[in-house]
């Protein structure tokens, strides 16, 4: 060879740099992959997202600070989603949309093929996203005052939107028992009272990354039918089952089960659509249905045709797509697992089964927010406090492979740092971390958005 030096990088692999001086030579720098395969998938690619009116990517708008909190990815939507939606736009007409031929028989067929459930078209609801549709779920049943349960740590609007209905939110804080987070059955059916009416369930559970069995499933909504109480079950999370596991649809228990199940679905989460506000609900039962559509006609409004569009081509045409997803995911998954539990000290997180979300236990590192802490090291990491889950921080883990190393050497370099410098310094609470409220942050125009603007 030729040359004075060389250099071996394997690009996609989680990397462990060695650099060697070779004497009279250049540089030697060799980088080897660990567990993570080398990839070089559509994922990798990283797409500058910054002054495109991203929520996620605004909230640092001029700072170094790596955006992984909200849950949207930073991948492209599947090619035929985007030439579908381009159809409409070409088409240029865009009044308000009724659902598109072929569209509810699509869901129908998905969740039978999926989930082995059968279900009537009539039963789907569209909605402009699942969290008004959780709030009208909570107008829709019961009366003032009433209670509606839910199990924490969990997806804040859950929180919210009892009181939005002027309904008391009842608590149970989930247990973790090996390594994993569970239902509290017995605390569960000690909350219950004559005003019980709702319980919501995330399934795959956000933040947790749970996705339930059976037997859980069942031990929930027995006594719910026991002491009529409905269920709305928010399983938008469904199609992104990391495991070799088998998504359950709680209403796939029993017909009776279903007639008392309000269930939650979306394209949204697996294809990246999140900025389309699109999601339905399922109802089985006639009575359900009507009070939910007659509240729901007096709270939102109705979904888009490009929401109806992306979710059909999404549904339809992008399977490959999402199977090529789920297996970066999965290594995304393995990385910072190995990485949060092995490489950074005070960190740990459970295995993840479902979702792109790790929820990480910062209660070792003994700062008072954890949130600030890591923005001060460049990573925007979302509140485990808005989720009634003091201490953990929760992180987005689909993002190209080579940002998501940056987010955890970033991680790493400040924890190991702090670890070092104790005793603890005061760190300012980070404004962020007040309250769930991203959508009431107002982005800056950067001079990139003026220029996005105007393509
Ligand atoms: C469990 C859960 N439900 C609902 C939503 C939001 O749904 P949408 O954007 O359709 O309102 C999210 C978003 O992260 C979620 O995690």
Known sequence: ?????????????????????????????????????????EFDTVIDRR??????????????IIPVWIADMDFQVPLPVRQAIHRYIDFGVLGYADVIDGLNEAVVEKLKVDFGWEIDASWIIWSPGLVPALNVACCAVGADGDEIVTFTPIYPPFLN????????????????????YTFDIEEFEQSISPKTRLVMLCNPHNPVGRVY??????????????????????????????????HIPIATLSDRVAGNTITFMASCKTY????????????????????FLAK???????????????????????????????????QNRNLVTRYINEEIPALSMDHVEATFLAWIDARKLKVPDPVAFFENAGVGMQDGREFHGDGFVRLNFGSPRKTLLKVLNRMKTAV?????????????????????????????HSKRSKEFQSK
């Open 1 to 41: 060879m030729s040359c004075k030096g060389f250099a071996i990088a394997v690009v996609g692999r989680e990397i462990e740099r060695s650099v060697f001086l070779v004497p009279g030579l250049w540089v030697v720098v060799l980088e080897i992959g660990r567990n993570e395969q080398m990839n070089n998938s």
């Open 51 to 64: 002054g495109t009116g991203s929520l996620k990517w605004n909230r640092y708008t001029g700072r170094d």
């Open 161 to 180: 939107a009892p009181e939005n209905a002027r309904k008391k939110l009842i608590e149970i804080p989930l247990c973790h028992k090996d390594g994993s």
């Open 213 to 246: 069995k059976k037997k859980e499933l069942e031990a929930i909504a027995e006594i719910c039918l026991k002491n009529n109480i409905i269920m709305c079950s928010d399983e938008i999370f469904c199609d992104l089952i990391l495991d070799e596991k088998k």
């Open 272 to 291: 990246n659509l999140g900025g389309l506000n699109c999601g339905y609900v399922i109802i089985p039962n006639e009575k359900i249905r009507e009070k």
């Open 296 to 330: 729901k006609t007096e709270i939102i409004s109705r979904m888009g045709i490009l929401g109806f569009a992306a979710t059909l081509a999404a549904y339809t045409q992008s399977s490959d797509w999402r199977e090529k997803l789920l297996e970066y995911l999965r």
């Open 416 to 444: 190991k740092k702090h670890l070092k410098s104790l005793p603890l310094i005061a760190i300012p609470r980070s404004p962020s971390a007040e309250r769930y409220a991203p959508y009431a942050k107002q982005s800056r």
